[in-house]
Structure formats: C-alpha cells, structure tokens
C-alpha cells in the first residue's frame, strides 16, 4: 500500500502538471465558484448582523408626568424589575433628563429662552430579554401606577423579526443553492480533466488495475486543485473583504460589518475545506462515470 | 484452458455478432482465428477477458466462466491475461519502460520485482536498449514489442493478439510472428485473430474461420483458405 501511494501521488502530480492548462482552468473554476459562495456567505451573516444589532436596541421607554420623590421613583423601579422579562430597569429623573438634553442640544438652541420650566417627564428605560417579550412586557408596564406613558416600536419589531426570519431562511436556501451550483460546475470541470485521460483509464483496466486503484490518482489530483482553488478563493475574499469593511467603517460609520475573527475564520477555512471536498467528489464522480462506461 | 459453449452475442443496436459459437482451446495452443471484417473475432477475443459479455452462453478460462464473474474480480481475471492490439495502445507521455512497469505497478509490485521482471520482458522482446525512449519515437514494430512486453510481463498463460501485424509491413509482421512463436514455446496460449494470409498459412497452426458470426472451420495446421 505504501508503494501505491507513492505512485498514486507521483501520478497525480504528473498528470496535473501535464494538463497544465486544464488544471489552471479547473483551479479557476473552483476559485471563482468558491469567491461567489464565500460573498454569499459574508452578505447574509452581514444582514443577519445588522438586523440583530437593530434588534438589540430596542428598549421600552415609560414615562411619568406626576412629580416623584426619589423613594416613589424606586418603589417603581422596583415594580417594573419585577416584572417577567424585564433585564434592566434605568431611572432618568426630569432634571437630568433635561440636563442630558440641553448638554446635546444646548448650543444650537437658546433652550433656556425658549422654555422657562422643563418639559420633559420622569424616564424608566426598560431593556427586555428577547424582542418577542416587548409587546406583553410593555403592557404590564403600562398598568404599573403612575406610569402615564409606554413607548416601543412595537410595529418595527414585528417587521424586523420577519425580516430575521427572511433572511434567515432565504440565506440558507441560497446558500443550500450555492452550494449545488459549485458543485455542479467543480464536477464538470474536473470531469473534462479526467475525460481527458479517458485512454489511461482503458489501459489501466485492461492491465488489470482495479476501480480503487484507477480512482486514487484521479481523486488525489481533485484534492490538489480543490486546495489550491480554496487556497486563491480564501486570499481574494480576504482581501476584498477587508477593502470593503475598511470602507463601509469610514463611509457608513453606523453599518456593523462583522469584523469577529473567528466567525471570519469559519468562513474562510469553510472555503479550504469547501475546495477540498468538492475537488474529491468532483474526481471521484467523474472517474467513476468513466469506469462504469467502460464495462 | 479456454472453452466457449454456446455463445452468441446480439449488441443493445440490434447487429447480431456470433450465433452459438462451440470452441476449446487447450493449454500452450496456438491458434489463428481468421475472417472477414465483422465476422466477430474481436468480439470472440474480447470475451476471453470480459471486455465483452455474450448474451448467451459460457466462456470458461481456466475452469472459472468469466460471464458470470463480478466486476469486482475482472481486474484478476486480466492479470492472467496479456493482450495485445493492432493500434498497440501505449500510454503516450511514457517510456517504454514505464509503459511495462505500468502493468505490475496496478498490481501493487515491489519496485525491485518490477525493474528485474521489466528487464526481463524488454530483453525477450529484444528491447532492452529502447526502454528509455517514449512511444513517439518508435516505429510501427517497435511499438508491438513494448506492447508485448507489457502483455507478457506478468508470465500470464494467455496472450491474446488482436490484428497485432495489421499495422505493421511483412517483414516487421514475420518478426512480430516470431515472437508470438517464442513466447508460446515458453508454455503460453497463443489466440491470435490475423488478416494476414502468408502469416498463417507459412506458421501452420490450428486455424478457426469465423464467417457471418459462426465458426465454419476449424483445422488442426491449418491454411487460410481451404
């Protein structure tokens, strides 16, 4: 076995380095095909980021038209935390909710002329575990005494959880369609490598080589060319995709592109490995089309 | 060593091939099997190492009929068998040597044994000092003895011989004969399908006549014609 191997891999070079332009076409094809998959790939993680992100930020915001004292605020406080869903309970009092407002607002805008007294309310920012809970949670605030005003973009919410649920779900058909295609086009690539030693194929049988033994060459050649397209599909969208995360952060500051190293990484060596499994299957189908033809 | 009973063979267009062929070939013969264009003798050849399956009918080899054998077990049954073909079916980006060391490389040979068992065939076929050059740079009966080479380097019992001078001018073909000669001395069944007239009748050996699909004579020292 160790012998064969030796030869199995002598011939799989050789017969790459002699097809050396099919190889570089086959190499090509399987790049391309993987660059097409891996944006995919990028695209959806990106929007499903985006809209995570968006998502997350939705808080509930309850106001309080009464005056209160710091002992009522807290005994409301402690209300709502009680409350099932709730994560996080913040007390904006009006006077620092009007310092806040003039802090940000104040040098464009004569406020203090405008407005002799502060209009605006006491604040409760309620934070909710998951976005499904806002609709129920923000009713339940809503009956807590004092509270004269519930604020949630309820309707947004339901929106971008279809939108989630879209994206989720086309995502992964594309990808599932994606994927196909590469594979389509990777097996008929390496298939037109292998037709073309379709002659070393007839002799190999005639001699009396067994099928396991025509297909290794054949499959370590795929193998080769999978790495190599996976390895050239990895450096372009590397590079691409640091250019345009590199863009977006200056042009479109508030676009959260994933910049995580290590859901980069999966991607990035889902390509690799991606290569290799489709060069393997590609050579083995297509060897196997030829050996079945020639019984 | 080799017996065919009632086989005929119908391909999937329609041409029928062979109708209810009878023949026994025994060990260390050599035997012509001589006719027209499709009378079907390479089709006949080709059932010995089940290239081809008869419709109907046995093909026995060395006491196992090869008809019903698994595809998994051809590759075995042709370790047995050499054959060589009228267009010498060479790897073409390989030396002589290579090409022979091919046959005993597919069946996982030690390297040592392939380089003495090679030598060994390239010197019976007189082609020790070619073994380097590529099948381009040969001539016509060159070529037959690498393919030769590559047939018989395994010492099978059977060499079968397609056409194997129907490229070739007489002279080369007389040479090519030869061998064949030689290498059936050495206790190999010869089954040779010819053209070639002077061949058999100057070597005077069994000859089978297939005509239409059907052996019509088959004659110990034997001529072409009648």
Same mark, same amino acid.
């Given at each position: 076995?160790?012998?064969?191997?030796?030869?199995?891999?002598?011939?799989?070079?050789?017969?790459?380095?002699?097809?050396?332009?099919?190889?570089?076409?086959?190499?090509?094809t399987i790049t391309v095909s993987l660059v097409i998959f891996g944006m995919f790939m990028l695209m959806i993680l990106n929007l499903g980021n985006v809209i995570g992100n968006v998502s997350s930020k939705m808080d509930i915001a309850a106001y309080v038209d009464d005056d209160l004292s710091l002992e009522q605020a807290g005994a409301i406080q402690l209300k709502l935390a009680k409350i099932t869903g709730v994560e996080k309970v913040d007390f904006v009092s009006r006077t620092e909710a009007w310092q806040n407002f003039k802090k940000e607002f104040g040098d464009s805008l004569m406020l203090d002329d405008l407005m002799r007294s502060n209009p605006l309310p006491h604040t409760f920012n309620i934070r909710v575990r998951t976005p499904d809970l806002l609709t129920t949670v923000a009713k339940q605030i809503s009956r807590v005494d004092k509270i004269s005003e519930v604020r949630y973009s309820g309707q947004l919410v339901d929106q971008i959880k279809s939108l989630v649920e879209a994206v989720r779900i086309g995502g992964a058909a594309l990808v599932i369609l994606i994927s196909f295609a590469t594979l389509l086009i990777v097996v008929n690539t390496i298939r037109l490598t292998v037709l073309a030693r379709e002659t070393d194929i007839t002799i190999m049988k005639l001699v009396g080589a067994?099928?396991?033994? =025509?297909?290794?060459?054949?499959?370590?050649?795929?193998?080769?060319?999978?790495v190599l397209g996976g390895v050239?599909?990895?450096?372009?969208?590397?590079?691409?995709?640091?250019?345009?995360?590199?863009?977006?952060?200056?042009?479109?500051?508030? =676009?959260?592109?994933?910049t995580d190293g290590w859901v980069l990484l999966v991607i990035y060596l889902s390509l690799i490995v991606g290569g290799t499994g489709l060069g393997m299957i590609g050579a083995y189908i297509s060897v196997s089309r030829v050996l079945k033809a020639e019984e | 060593m080799i017996e065919f009973t009632n086989v005929s063979k119908t391909y999937p267009n329609g041409t029928e091939v062979l109708f209810n062929v009878n023949l026994h070939i025994g060990k260390e013969e050599f035997v012509f099997v001589v006719g027209p264009s499709g009378a079907g003798k390479t089709t006949l050849l080709k059932f010995v190492y089940r290239a081809e399956k008869p419709n109907a009918g046995k093909v026995i080899v060395d006491r196992v009929n090869v008809v019903d054998l698994?595809?998994?077990?051809?590759?075995?049954?042709?370790?047995?068998?050499?054959?060589?073909?009228?267009?010498?079916k060479l790897l073409p980006r390989r030396t002589v040597f290579e090409n022979v060391a091919f046959a005993l490389r597919v069946m996982g040979a030690p390297r040592s044994t392939i380089r003495r068992k090679v030598m060994q065939a390239l010197e019976l076929v007189g082609m020790l000092r070619r073994a380097t050059a590529f099948p381009e740079q040969l001539s016509g009966g060159e070529k037959q003895r690498a393919c030769i080479a590559r047939a018989i380097v395994n010492n099978p019992p059977i060499l079968i011989a397609d056409e194997p001078t129907g490229n070739l001018d007489p002279t080369t073909s007389w040479d090519i004969i030869q061998l064949l000669d030689k290498i059936n001395k050495r206790n190999t069944t010869v089954i040779m399908a010819t053209h070639n007239k002077s061949i058999v009748d100057d070597m005077k050996r069994r000859v089978v006549v297939l005509e239409n699909g059907k052996i019509v004579r088959d004659q110990q020292l034997g001529s072409y014609h009648v």
């Open positions: 076995m160790f012998s064969n191997l030796e030869f199995f891999l002598i011939e799989a070079l050789r017969s790459f380095r002699r097809g050396a332009l099919m190889s570089f076409v086959a190499v090509g067994t099928d396991t033994f =025509v297909r290794w060459p054949f499959i370590i050649e795929g193998i080769i060319m999978g050239c599909a990895f450096i372009i969208l590397r590079l691409a995709y640091w250019a345009v995360v590199f863009r977006v952060a200056k042009a479109l500051p508030f =676009v959260p592109l994933m | 698994e595809s998994k077990q051809v590759p075995y049954l042709r370790r047995n068998i050499g054959v060589i073909f009228q267009d010498y």
